[in-house]
């Protein structure tokens, strides 16, 4: 028994020793880019089971590499020509990979001849600072990543900035348990190899994910709850300087990370025109009044990008003024369905036009 006893820890030993060799030659302890305690989704694999709202049996793959960016780009950021900032809009967490607007205004612009890599570098939930922070923190950590243009869309996330959101925007955790945790996602291949196989074998039901598919369950009623604009932008006064500042300060960012910046007006998917009347999508038992606030709102951050833009001689384009949807581009209040996505992609490529290279 002692023989057997000391051959089991001799070959524990062994295993012990080979996985610490491993961790310190193909981990990112000592060698490769460090993202020390950046809070980035980085070596994520997932599957997703969108069959509450996408199509019946659907599962789609989600992913982001080392880098955590998302997307193909040849492996290599140097090839990286148009990267793609925002939030979940932009991330697209529950549409696969080959069907977000980022991967297909790659295509599009493809097929109109442009041999370009477009990137996706978003993050759920994060605004302008998340952005900001983004530019100062994480992408200089990607090796030889100089993109020509990088694509903002922005604005969604802005109208709830302050309100308990810090957490989307915060690339560095205050704890020091999550910095130690994060530390170690980010350094260790075999933490991120466990990571990967799980997600093969998990595929979430994102019945309740983002708005619980209210295009589903939702009914469309005419707005009779009226609020002044000049009231509203009263309010909103100092949110409304706040998120000004801050595009200033991304622009500038971006041009002296050597990009030329292009911000991108967002609209609501839970607001609709017909015929000449504003209608908006309410949910079983809400009020009897049904107020235009949060589109009145979201029209006024986009009069402020677009001011910016003005301001600043920067290129802008107008998506929420200009793009129309229909009713099944949505699936909740403001993320799209692969349809809508494809809308984005062919406006935003016929827009860009001859700001590429």
């Known amino acids: 028994m002692k023989r057997f006893g000391r051959i089991i820890g001799i070959n524990a030993g062994l295993i012990v020793i080979v996985l610490v060799v491993a961790e310190l030659i193909f981990g990112n302890w000592f060698f490769g880019p460090s993202y020390s305690i950046l809070n980035v989704p980085r070596n994520e694999t997932r599957y997703f089971d969108v069959s509450e709202f996408i199509s019946p049996g659907k599962v789609i793959t989600y992913s982001r590499d080392e880098h955590g960016l998302r997307g193909d780009y040849g492996g290599n950021p140097a090839n990286i020509n148009i990267l793609a900032i925002g939030g979940s809009t932009t991330n697209e967490r529950y549409l696969d990979d080959t069907e977000t607007w980022v991967h297909q205004l790659q295509q599009e612009l493809r097929a109109a001849g442009r041999n370009v890599y477009v990137v996706n570098a978003a993050v759920d939930g994060q605004s302008t600072v998340g952005h900001i922070a983004a530019f100062d923190l994480w992408f200089p950590n990607i090796p030889r990543l100089r993109p ?18 810090e957490q989307y925007d915060t690339m560095q955790s205050p704890e020091h348990s999550r910095q130690l945790r994060q530390y170690i996602m980010n350094h260790s291949v075999l933490y991120n190899q466990f990571r990967r196989i799980r997600g093969m074998f998990v595929a979430q039901r994102t019945r309740l994910m983002h708005g619980a598919n209210s295009y589903r369950t939702g009914t469309w009623k005419p707005v009779n709850d009226w609020v002044g604009e000049e009231q509203l932008r009263e309010e909103l006064g100092s949110a409304l300087t706040e998120y000004r500042k801050r595009l200033r300060t991304l622009a500038s960012r971006i041009q002296k990370f050597g990009a030329r910046p292009v911000f991108v007006t967002q609209l609501r998917g839970d607001f609709r025109y017909e015929d000449g009347e504003l209608n908006a999508l309410v949910q079983k038992g809400a009020d009897e009044k049904i107020s235009h606030r949060a589109f009145l709102t979201m029209q006024l951050f986009n009069d402020v990008t677009l001011a910016v833009c003005a301001e600043l001689a920067l290129r802008c384009i107008d998506l929420a003024g200009e793009l129309d949807f229909g009713p099944r581009d949505f699936y909740d209040g403001v993320h799209t369905m692969p349809a809508g996505s494809r809308k984005i992609a062919q406006f935003l490529a016929q827009s860009l036009g001859d700001s590429l290279k």
Request: hydrophobic content about 55%; cysteine-free.
């Open 148 to 165: 020509d243009i990088v694509l903002a869309y922005v604005g969604i996330n802005d109208v709830a900035v302050g309100a308990n959101r």
